[in-house]
């Protein structure tokens, strides 16, 4: 399932074309753009109300106090927009998406352990919340009924991501200037009305601190596994400090901005019958309010245009061989369907399934985090033209990731997970520590990875890399 390179280089920077590349290469004739660009492609898709419901969360039901939710925010945003910054520095130099960047770390059939977990929580999970807000926000905004708004809403962010990279990065951008202005002013008028004093904490139950931090920095962490997806089609003479700033400020800057409102807006008392959407615009003028609204149905089409794109893009990843006429953009249509599927089912009690969804992703992200970098780290002063041959390589295998990786996340949540759904062993006795089950598993899985490495069989095993030259795409069908 690959275009080949006169193919790639031809799409080039057209917006209205569909993108025909899946996980091979970028080559060097079709890069284009600039850093800058993606400081928009990180802000707007986070100018949306699952961003605002994190620090609804905080206050509202974990019971932080303001102040104690703000530095929650900020620590874990920061945390992850961090990450974010710097996976995203392997596309200019590999030319790849995220996920077959995580090949030299997890080996070629080990990675579609990350890529499928990946291709679920983006193509689907992601898909799905942001899909419902969006639902919510055309609903009270129009007064149609959900389901049909939800299916407005599918049908445009289908449609963006069927596109591929350069429809998305335009739509990102346009889109940019209307979230940011709406949303400035949305939150200087409830940040006005808020009763930030009220949020004392006093009714935070043992834990929330590190709860708060830790779905804040699932959330900002959520896009890691999508990194380099978006600027692999950056020229490799792109200064680094600015591939790896700009979407790590986009990310930051959005997402604390609306968490830190989302935390004010639960001071502002509500009717209990009005959905998330229209509680948290309850306070505003009415005019503001509509066009809230329509900023916030915007915001989660643009953030699931990237879910359900990468979602796609890490299936392709995972090496399963597909006939050759069904591409990337075509996966995209698949995901979507599935995704409509879920977020159908989770209009109703949307926020429990909500926080539980953004500390479960943690899980799985946390460990795959720790042995990613660990494996940059390992790896320092390789060519490029020798990593480049590893992730083509289908004979290289490294056993020891995808068993750190699962036995991390199995034992974090085992030992660590404090939510609805499942206590951990740690919690129960300890409450105060609230959920670290992403701080646990990752320690765990960066420990295990080294350890493992050394076990003959385990560790980094390359075959012939002459089957398949780092300069060619990946045979087609793959």
């Known amino acids: 399932m690959t275009a080949a390179p006169t193919e790639i280089s031809e799409y080039g920077d057209h917006v209205l074309a569909v993108e025909p590349t899946g996980a091979e290469p970028v080559p060097e004739t079709a890069r284009h753009g600039r850093p800058l660009g993606l400081l928009w492609t990180w802000t707007s898709p986070n100018m949306e109300f699952a961003t605002v419901f994190v620090g609804v969360l905080a206050v509202g039901v974990f019971g932080l106090g303001f102040w104690q939710a703000v530095l929650a925010i900020v620590l874990g945003t920061g945390l992850g927009a961090v990450a974010h910054g710097f996976l995203g520095l392997s596309g200019p130099r590999h030319g790849v998406p995220q996920m077959v960047a995580g090949r030299s770390a997890f080996g070629y059939w080990g990675n579609a352990l990350p890529a499928g977990l990946n291709a679920l929580t983006a193509g689907i999970g992601w898909f799905a919340v942001n899909s419902v807000s969006a639902a919510y926000a055309l609903n009270t905004l129009l007064g149609w009924p959900a389901l049909l708004c939800l299916f407005i809403v599918v049908v445009l962010q289908v449609g963006i991501a069927y596109f591929g990279h350069n429809f998305i990065q335009s739509a990102e951008k346009y889109t940019f200037p209307l979230l940011t202005v709406v949303f400035l002013i949305a939150a200087g008028v409830i940040l006005s009305k808020s009763d930030v004093s009220a949020a004392t904490g006093a009714h935070a139950f043992p834990g929330a601190f590190l709860l708060t931090a830790g779905a804040t920095f699932g959330y900002a962490a959520g896009w890691t596994p999508y990194g380099s997806d978006y600027t692999r089609y950056l020229p490799k003479s792109a200064p680094k400090w600015a591939v790896g700033l700009w979407p790590a400020l986009g990310v930051f800057v959005s997402c604390v901005l609306l968490e830190v409102v989302g ?40 953030a699931n245009a990237l879910n359900i794109y990468s979602g796609s893009l890490s299936f392709v990843a995972m ?40 500390l479960v992703i943690t899980y799985w992200i946390g460990p795959w985090l720790a042995i990613v970098f660990t494996d940059r780290v390992l790896r320092r002063g390789q060519s490029d033209e020798e990593i480049a041959s590893i992730l083509a390589n289908k004979t290289f295998s490294n056993w020891a990731a995808p068993i750190a990786m699962a036995a991390g996340t199995g034992l974090g949540v085992w030992l660590f997970s404090n939510q609805t759904d499942y206590t951990g062993v740690f919690p129960k006795h300890f409450p105060a520590l609230g959920d670290i089950a992403f701080a646990g598993g990752f320690v765990i899985a960066g420990v295990l990875y080294l350890l493992l490495r050394l076990v003959p069989g385990l560790g980094p095993v390359t075959g012939s890399v002459t089957d398949v030259p780092a300069s060619t795409p990946e045979p087609a069908g793959t």
């Open 263 to 302: 935390a004010a807006s639960a001071t502002i008392a509500a009717p209990s019958t009005l959905s998330p959407t229209a509680a948290f615009t309850h306070a505003l003028p009415t005019w503001l309010a509509d066009l809230t609204l329509l900023a916030i149905a915007v915001g989660g089409i643009a």
């Open 319 to 358: 090496g399963i061989k597909l006939p050759a006429a069904v591409r990337r953009a075509t996966v995209a249509l698949v995901f979507g369907v599935a995704g409509t599927l879920v977020a159908w089912s989770g209009l109703h009690d949307s926020g429990t399934k909500y926080e539980n969804f953004l």
